[in-house]
Every structure is written in C-alpha cells, then in structure tokens.
C-alpha cells in the first residue's frame, strides 16, 4: 500500500472521527436540554450511542459512527506521538499530548461500545457506573485516595483547559476556513468548549470529594453533572445553557470534520523517523 493512499485513509478515518464525535456531542446535548425542560433523563456519550442504534437503520448508523470513533482514536494517538500540532517537548506540550493519548483511549472504548452493541452483548451501560467501580478499586490500593484524588484534579484541570481554550479561541488557527466562515465558527466553539470545561471540571470536583469522604459513590460522570446542575438554584436554567453549549460542542465537531488542517503526510515523516 503506496504512502500516499495511507495517509488519505488516516485523513478520511480523521474527519469521520470529528464527525462521529460531533453526533454523539449533538445527542448528548439534545437530552440534556430535553432534561432541562423537564421532559425527559440527560444521558452520558454510551446512552447517546444506545440512543442511536435504538432509531431505525441504528445498525447501520452505528457501524459508521463506530469507524468513525476508532478514526478519531486512532489519529489522536498518532497526533500525539508524532506531535503533529508541534507541540513540542517541554511540560505544557507533552501533558497536552498525554491528554490527546487519553482521549484516544477513551474514543476508542467508546467504539468498542459500538461493536458490543452490535454484536447484543452491549447493555444500556452508563458512565456513572464505570465510575463507581473504578473508584472502589482504587481507593482499595495503597494510598488509593490520594490516586482517586490525582485522578479528580487532572480531569477538572482538563476541564479548566478546555474553558481557557474557549476564552482564547485558540482552535481557529487548526481550520482551514475563511475568515468569513470562522467569524460563524468561533462563537461555536467558544460555546461548546466552555460547557465541556464546565462538565469535566464537575466530574474532576466529584471524584476529589470520593477521595476526601472515601467513599466510591461520591465519583461520577457526565449524568452525575448534568443532575448536579439541575439541583441547583435556577437548576433547569444552567443545565439548559451547558445544554446548548454541548449541542454547540457537537455542531463545531462537524465542523471540524471538515475544515480541520490534518498533516496526515507530517504524521506519517515523523513516525518514519522515529523508527529509523
């Protein structure tokens, strides 16, 4: 298989990735505003993919959005270990490239869902549980609090990144996109990055205080923020901005699976020279 006709599949399972995030970002949001107004329960990103293969030809729609996941898994990991954002080696570049390492990981148990699914072996599984196991068998470990507490600040940290990047709007620059085109953009991004921050910054917040209480039921995930919000004062009203701002999240993905700068070409010299 020739160099170029790789790196036009890595490009392809790419854009499809930010595509598949994009409609499970657009799912979420749309439960939650749905949970907002009272009408229905928010849902994490397993309930958006259950959700989607329950609609009709779901089979189908998920096989695709499954591809497109392992795409998105794959080239975070790629991105990261060839730096292909040039990010660099120095402290702020490589725990920017451990979290693209993560998030590869968690995009591609998020396909792995997808193939449970379609194979009937994928119950409506939910992150508040995933939660609460992996708590309780961290904090049975040696200094396992202080491991759930580690766990804690550097997801709401990833949250708070997340927030300054919407305060910055430090995402044109990776768009191949007219100046015209990004004026539409940048309010998306800024919107869906700034609910995003707010949600990680959450869960980071409930798994410091299963650390401090020890007790695993305290640690969740996006549902428990979701519910969170909505036991608030003006509850309905905050969940439902987070709301938009995750629909927000979900509209600008798709715009990345289109406008998104990928040097699958820079990623593949690089990973060539590493192994030299």
């Known amino acids: 298989m020739s160099a170029p006709h790789v790196q036009n599949q890595i490009e392809g399972l790419a854009r499809l990735g930010y595509a598949a995030r994009g409609v499970v970002y657009l799912i979420v949001g749309w439960f939650a505003v749905a949970a907002a107004r009272g009408h229905d329960r928010p849902t994490d990103s397993k309930g958006a993919l259950a959700e989607l293969f329950d609609r009709p030809f779901g ?3 998920l096989a695709v959005v499954a591809l497109g996941l392992a795409g998105y898994a794959l080239w975070r ?11 660099g080696r120095g402290a702020k570049g490589l725990a920017v490239r451990a979290g693209h390492l993560i998030a590869g990981g968690i995009h591609a148990a998020l396909a792995f869902y997808c ?23 961290l904090l049975e470990l040696p200094l396992g609090g202080l491991l759930v507490a580690a766990v804690g600040i550097v997801i709401a940290g990833f949250g708070v990144s997340q927030i300054l990047r919407a305060w910055k709007a430090d995402f044109l620059p990776a ?17 869906g990055f700034a609910a995003r921050g707010v949600v990680f ?5 409930f798994f410091v205080l299963a650390a401090w209480h020890a007790n695993a ?22 969940l439902g901005v987070v709301a938009l701002g995750l629909l927000a999240f979900g509209l600008f993905s798709l715009v990345q699976a289109i406008y998104r700068r990928i040097d699958s070409e820079g990623a593949m010299r690089r990973i060539d020279a590493m192994a030299a």
């Not at 910054?201 to 917040?205: C, N, P, S």
Request: proline share 4%; with cysteine; aromatic share 6%.
């Open 175 to 191: 768009l191949a996109c007219d100046h015209q085109t990004a004026r539409v953009v940048k309010p998306l991004g800024q919107a």
């Open 115 to 137: 193939l449970k699914l379609l194979a009937g072996r994928g119950g409506r599984e939910s992150s508040e549980t995933t939660a609460h196991d992996w708590t309780a068998r």
């Open 77 to 87: 990991v790629v991105g990261a270990v060839a730096d292909v954002d040039r990010r």
């Open 59 to 61: 089979a189908v729609l």
């Open 217 to 238: 039921m305290e640690s969740g995930g996006m549902i428990k923020a979701f519910r969170w919000l909505q036991g608030q004062p003006f509850g309905p009203w905050l």
């Open 201 to 205: 910054v959450l869960v980071g917040m």
